[in-house]
């Protein structure tokens, strides 16, 4: 497979647009360029501007790096054990996932019985859901506490001191989901 810069950018543009269900026209229309510019550029020969590359990276509301890189495989086993894991005192945190998503971050809690994890506050306008996927789980966020049991799902401002306790005498399992204010 050809590997050039104007090649690979047609190729990932008909994906892009393939995977949206949208035609030249309209995305053309979506980029504020004639559709022969779009066709161009999915010719793979056309060597655009960066000012073109920025219009188009805007309108698919994605990186410009996205245009012109390789494709990623489409599948990619990770085992458990490539996972990062941290130990702080006698809980497992367990990265979710294995890629990194820019103001998101993921992460498992493994909480022995009558464990206590001591939460970092984040950014100021973070804002972090835990839910309870196992046992119960206690957090203390804010001057309140509120006691989970599996399924149940809290919201609250990451940017305070918290923490997680198990209250069981079992195991419990809970995932942490942190959105970070954007900057700007």
Known sequence: ????????????????????????????????????????????VANPTLSVLHKVAVALQIP???????PPSTTRH????????????????RKLLPDRIPGVMIERMELP?????VGTPHTQGTREYLTCEAGTLALFAGGETWTLAEGDVVTFRGDQRHSYQNPGKGVAVGYSVVLLEPVG
């Open 1 to 44: 497979m050809s590997d050039t810069l104007g090649e690979r950018l047609g190729r990932n543009l008909r994906q892009l647009r393939d995977a949206r269900g949208m035609t030249q026209q309209q995305l053309a229309r979506l980029c504020g360029m004639p559709r022969a510019t779009w066709s161009n550029l999915e010719s793979g």
């Open 64 to 70: 410009v790096e996205e245009l012109i890189g390789r």
């Open 78 to 93: 990770h085992p458990r054990s490539s996972l990062p894991v941290r130990m702080q005192g006698v809980v497992a945190v």
């Open 113 to 117: 019985a009558g464990s206590r994890l």
